[in-house]
């Protein structure tokens, strides 16, 4: 599955992993050096994360139920966090990557057909 902004059209991330239950998002990306590029971390339900005991910096994309972007923190460095108490889910991506995505863009999910998207679905439909 990837992960698509609606407004351009392009692919923001090609590799999607989903945590959903409580435990896989405590974990997040902890215990990785490093992210790849072409890949996002979709944490719901999510409205604040933190970089402690990181080790590289990450961009997060916090998301409302139907993917819009309530506020994007770029780069945002280890031992730090970031939050949006109006969001539903938080994106985590590598830092530092131009992606070209705005507030009010609308994310989605391509290429859905997991079960584990159950909690997720107004994300997994193509906007009309």
């Known amino acids: 599955m990837r992960l698509v902004n609606a407004r ?3 692919t923001v991330a090609g590799t999607v992993e989903v ?3 409580r435990s896989v998002r405590r974990r997040g990306l902890l215990g990785r050096d490093a992210l790849d590029l072409s890949t996002a971390l979709i944490l719901a339900p999510c409205a604040a994360v933190h970089t ?3 080790r590289f910096p990450i961009d997060v994309v916090f998301v409302d139920r139907r993917g819009g972007i309530r506020r994007i923190v770029r780069n945002l460095q ?3 966090m970031a939050a949006s108490l109006r969001a539903y889910a938080a ?3 590598a830092g530092g990557v131009d992606r070209d995505l705005i507030p009010g863009d609308r994310l989605y999910l ?4 997991a079960s584990d998207l159950t909690a997720l679905p107004e994300m997994t439909e193509r906007p009309s």
């Not at 391509?110 to 057909?113: E, I, K, Q």
């Open 110 to 113: 391509a290429g859905t057909g």
């Open 91 to 93: 994106v985590e991506m």
């Open 19 to 21: 945590a959903l239950t």
């Open 52 to 54: 402690i005991f990181m």
């Open 8 to 10: 351009t059209g392009t």
């Open 78 to 80: 280890p031992w730090r």
